[in-house]
């Protein structure tokens, strides 16, 4: 029988950042190609408004719906009916990521520079966010927390949510992700997907306001939107596909292991998951998991297929070091650590969006009930970027306030420093307030 997993032998190789970037397995998507679709679409509803988004959602999802946003009473009812099981996991769901962004607050900072010179930082939060839930092929409830409880946390006056129709019930988001929002106090809700949803957020429409920031993943369009309208509202991050790393030695449970890999390339075909470990026998004993867990799964031939894509494998490498190198020059969505030192190794990693030890803090906690975010970068991206937090949702603003005798103690040198830069008119305001100069 065939492995699952292709593997990158990295042995014996003193590769460069570059080289390793290169070398680890990773899914490719084209935004670029993808905005040549989105473009029509966004500047239609531009153009039309909300006609246009009730348009382009029966074309693209084959669902007619007379009004954008879900009646109120329908998303209380989605809460009436909702399984008390689920409705005992969101709540946990909730209080936990709660706790956790409560504690990212940042506090009002005041900086004096000298008798009557100070500066101030003040964070505030946007005034109003439009938050994506997707809606392909599972349903994310556990969305709708990690994108409503950091914007609540912020203070953010206005949260809209948007996800998109389902036609089995009735144009409307699905039931779940309806109940969650109402467990979140959310009432405003759109059931609309896609580019077009992110268009109607931007733009507005007759039946919504605009929104100055949205956040959540998507698909390659709601991407190629986002990147399209970026400048006009604030975004969080170009999602792309799901996916795991994991650094692993033999001391770590390769049945635990391969169900974690698995537990990723269920959400996409194009998800990745990638080990990376310095056994090529516990590499089998993996591949021996996975051969018999897929089976055993819901979504055999997605899994399959993302598990079998050019974007996952094994990488090979000499020991624990080159391993943390080869993870930090792929800078996953999701990183596990499942070594002898689980902890100290998870410590010396720089790049990763989220990062989980040992072998009791697998993705999936941290997808429903770490406290944590999952809504992180992808793609590398995590070499620069951050996963959804309240930081996201405030603006730092720097209040300058110099009294007369502040601003006299600089005056010459922001003169001189103005002169320099040949803009005289700069410094003409100063003079205009101390002649003397």
Not at 180 to 188: F, H, P
Request: contains cysteine.
């Amino acid at each position: 029988m065939s492995q699952i997993l292709r593997t990158i032998d990295l042995r014996g190789q003193q590769l460069r950042t570059a080289q390793l970037r290169r070398a680890v397995p990773r899914a490719e998507i084209d935004v670029e190609r993808a905005i040549a679709t989105v473009e029509p679409i966004v500047e239609d509803v531009e153009a039309r408004g909300a006609q246009a988004v009730k348009e382009i959602t029966a074309r693209i999802d084959g669902v007619v719906i007379d009004h954008l946003r879900v009646d109120p009473a329908d998303i209380a009812a989605a809460l009436e009916n909702l399984n008390p099981d689920v409705r005992a996991g969101l709540d946990e769901a909730i209080a936990r990521a709660r706790k956790v962004h409560e504690d990212q607050r940042r506090a009002e900072t005041v900086t004096e520079l000298g008798a009557g010179a100070t500066v101030t930082e003040k964070w505030i939060p946007v005034d109003r966010v439009g938050l994506y839930v997707p809606g392909g092929l599972a349903v994310y409830p556990s969305s709708v927390v990690m994108n409503v409880v950091p914007a609540q946390v912020a203070g953010v006056g206005s949260i809209a949510v948007a996800s998109p129709p389902q036609r089995e019930f009735g144009g409307k988001p699905h039931p779940t992700i309806l109940a969650a929002c109402a467990l979140l106090g959310v009432d405003e809700v759109y059931g609309v997907g896609g580019a077009q949803a992110v268009a109607m957020f931007a733009y507005g429409t007759e039946e919504n306001e605009p929104v100055d920031m949205v956040t959540g993943p998507g698909n390659i369009y709601v991407t190629a939107a986002k990147r399209m309208l970026r400048g006009l509202i604030g975004i969080d991050s170009e999602a792309g596909p799901t996916e795991i790393a994991v650094l692993a030695d033999d001391t770590a449970d390769a049945a635990h292991v391969a169900a974690d890999l698995i537990s990723q390339a269920e959400h996409d075909p194009l998800a990745g998951s990638v080990l990376v470990t310095p056994s090529e026998a516990f590499a089998g004993k993996v591949d021996v998991a996975l051969q018999a867990q897929i089976e055993q799964t819901k979504h055999v031939e997605r899994i399959r297929t993302a598990l079998g894509g050019e974007q996952s494998g094994v990488v090979l490498v000499d020991d624990i070091e080159q391993g943390l190198k080869v993870v930090d020059a792929y800078a996953a969505e999701h990183l596990e650590v499942q070594t002898a030192d689980s902890k100290g190794d998870a410590a010396r990693v720089r790049n990763a969006g989220c990062i989980f030890v040992g072998p009791y803090s697998p993705v999936p906690l941290g997808d429903y009930c770490a406290g944590s975010n999952h809504v992180l970068p992808t793609g590398g991206c995590a070499r620069h970027s951050s996963g959804l937090s309240v930081q996201s949702f405030l603006k730092g603003v720097h209040v300058v306030d110099y009294d007369e005798q502040a601003l006299r103690a600089v005056a010459t040198h922001i003169v001189n420093l103005a002169d320099a830069e040949d803009l005289p008119a700069h410094g003409a305001a100063i003079r205009a307030r101390f002649p003397e100069l």
